[in-house]
Each structure stands twice: as structure tokens, then as C-alpha cells.
């Protein structure tokens, strides 16, 4: 079974500018998570999605991130423009609900690195 | 609101021995479920053990066994027989039931020494 993928692995950008990431979930796996994981700490969940409608998107900073989840498949993370304390790993991971009692795959990350 | 504490940011192990991991939580839910996953360097996060509240049989798989004390809310990791490949970032997750929503705690570096 494929696991989680995205891409890039890794991106460097200037301040300002815009950035997207791409993840393609493990196949059947209904809720689909974007956290943001900064040097030193846990990761902070941005997004959650149930198939492509949005769950829990409270901690997503709205005046510059965005994400979607068309046809509740494949899934984007956009920035724009980046602040430098954007940069960060930003991980991907789904799961299949209900069942599974919680288990989240994760994908291997995108690094970010705003300067 | 929930929160995960890992008050050992760093720890390290002889290969081989035993190390213990510690974790501590709280909320006002009482039914939930814990988890340990660990990142190694290449940064994938990989489940390691998974706990269910309503269960009081501690989970065990191979190597790795959790002591869980609900009246406490404290869930830390033991790893028997720690080898080179252990060496990773653990981190403690807490999952109100039914939200499939995480609650990280800032993980523990642990370095298994050869």
C-alpha cells in the first residue's frame, strides 16, 4: 500500500512570495490533515478535511494560508505571500473514518525556508 | 482545552537498555485515545502505540509498551532493548474520540548510544 505523498520535499523562497504544497493521501482514506511543525516543536494542525469539506480550519491563519481538497482526493496548502516565521516542515497525514480508532498516516513533509 | 506535556526534551540510552519516556496530559474528556509516534531524521512520523482510555490493560507491541494512568493522566512510552534505529523524535498525541483531531505534545530527542 502507498503511503502519503508530497511534494516538494524541500523549497526555499524570499519573503513575499507565494507557495504551494501538494499532498496525495493514502487511497480510501476519507480526512485529510495539513499540520505546520516548526523547529523544536510538535505539530500544530492547520486543516482537517472530511472527503473534501472543510472539518476544523481553526488555527489556520486565513489572511495568508489557504487550502483545498477538490474531489476529496489530492490536496494543496497554499502561502501568500510568506512571512519568514513560516518556515517550517509541513506535514500531510490522513486517515480512515470512521474506524481505525484515530490512526494517522503521515506523508514525509515539505521543509519550507523563508527568507 | 487540551494539552500534552514531554517534560524530557532530550534523553539518551545505551543500545540495548531500557528507557522510559514521559508524558502527561489533561483534559476533562474520558474518552479518548493516546498515541506515541516517532520521527526519525528523515522526518516521517511513524505510529508506535496507540492506547485506548475505556482500556486498562496497558498496550504493549514488541519492544515498545505504554504505562498508562488514567487518574494521573500520565501515558509513558517504555522501550525494552533499545537499538541505533530507535534514535528518533518521540511524540506523546492525545485524540478526543470522535474528533480525529491531534493534540501534540513538543516531543523528546532521544539518541541511542552505541
Known amino acids: 500500500e502507498a503511503g502519503v505523498a508530497q511534494s516538494p520535499r524541500y523549497k526555499i523562497i524570499e519573503k513575499r512570495q507565494s507557495v504551494a504544497f501538494w499532498c496525495n493521501p493514502i487511497?480510501?482514506?476519507?480526512?485529510l490533515y495539513w499540520y505546520q511543525q516548526i523547529l523544536g516543536q510538535g505539530p500544530k494542525l492547520l486543516i482537517q478535511f472530511q472527503n473534501n469539506g472543510v472539518v476544523d480550519d481553526s488555527q489556520l491563519p486565513k489572511d495568508r494560508f489557504s487550502a483545498e481538497r477538490l474531489k476529496g482526493v489530492d490536496s494543496t496548502l497554499k502561502i501568500q505571500p510568506a512571512k519568514l516565521e513560516d518556515s517550517a516542515v509541513y506535514l500531510c497525514?490522513?486517515?480512515?473514518?470512521?474506524?481505525?480508532?484515530?490512526?494517522?498516516?503521515f506523508g514525509p513533509g515539505t521543509r519550507l525556508l523563508v527568507l | 482545552a487540551q494539552t500534552v506535556t514531554q517534560s524530557q526534551p532530550e534523553m539518551s540510552v545505551q543500545e540495548a537498555e531500557t528507557v522510559t519516556l514521559s508524558c502527561t496530559y489533561d483534559?476533562?474528556?474520558?474518552?479518548?485515545?493516546l498515541f506515541w509516534y516517532k520521527q526519525p531524521p528523515s522526518r516521517q512520523m511513524i505510529l508506535v502505540i496507540r492506547q485506548e482510555a475505556y482500556k486498562q490493560q496497558n498496550a504493549t507491541e514488541n519492544r515498545f509498551s505504554v504505562n498508562f494512568q488514567k487518574a494521573a493522566k500520565s501515558f509513558s512510552l517504555k522501550i525494552s532493548d533499545s537499538q541505533l534505529g530507535d534514535t528518533a523524535m518521540y511524540f506523546c498525541a492525545f485524540m478526543k474520540q470522535g474528533t480525529y483531531k491531534y493534540i501534540f505534545g513538543t516531543g523528546t530527542r532521544l539518541k541511542v548510544l552505541a
Open positions: 487511497s480510501g482514506h476519507a480526512t
Open positions: 483534559t476533562s474528556e474520558n474518552n479518548y485515545y
Open positions: 497525514a490522513s486517515s480512515l473514518d470512521p474506524g481505525a480508532q484515530g490512526t494517522q498516516y
